[in-house]
Nanobody, 124 residues
Framework: QVQLVESGGGLVQAGGSLRLSCVAS????????MGWFRQAPGKEREFVGV????????YYRDSVKGRFTISRDTAKNTVYLQMNSLKPEDTAVYYC?????????????????WGQGTQVTVSS
């Protein structure tokens, strides 16, 4: 059973940066596709980005391209979401998720394990 724990959220002014961490236990990251999702108040959870098998390919939603970067540290079994040039519309609870098999990386229902989420608030 894989457990994921996010951290690093907080309150930041627009234009600022945050780095979220997701530590995995009970499994090794290289065995999973690791995704990041977010859910703003009153909205459905949405795909943010994903790092594919072996960490070779990374994909992002259009609104965060060029601002967000996913990386991983296999030695620490941790995946990161570096968020730069934050905007108020990035305010949400951010979740990391792991999938052992994936056809549609944007589909949250294909992910097997989820963290508890970490709040990111961007003030204008």
């Amino acid at each position: 059973q894989v457990q994921l724990v996010e951290s690093g959220g907080g309150l930041v002014q627009a234009g600022g940066s945050l780095r979220l961490s997701c530590v995995a236990s009970g499994g090794t990251l290289s065995s999973y596709v690791m995704g990041w999702f977010r859910q703003a108040p009153g909205k459905e959870r949405e795909f943010v980005g994903v790092k594919s098998w072996g960490g070779i390919s990374t994909y992002y939603r259009d609104s965060v391209k060029g601002r967000f970067t996913i990386s991983r540290d296999t030695a620490k079994n941790t995946v990161y979401l570096q968020m730069n040039s934050l905007k108020p519309e990035d305010t949400a609870v951010y979740y990391c998720a792991a999938a052992s098999k994936l056809r549609d990386y944007m589909n949250e229902y294909e992910y097997d394990y989820w963290g508890q989420g970490t709040q990111v608030t961007v003030s204008s």
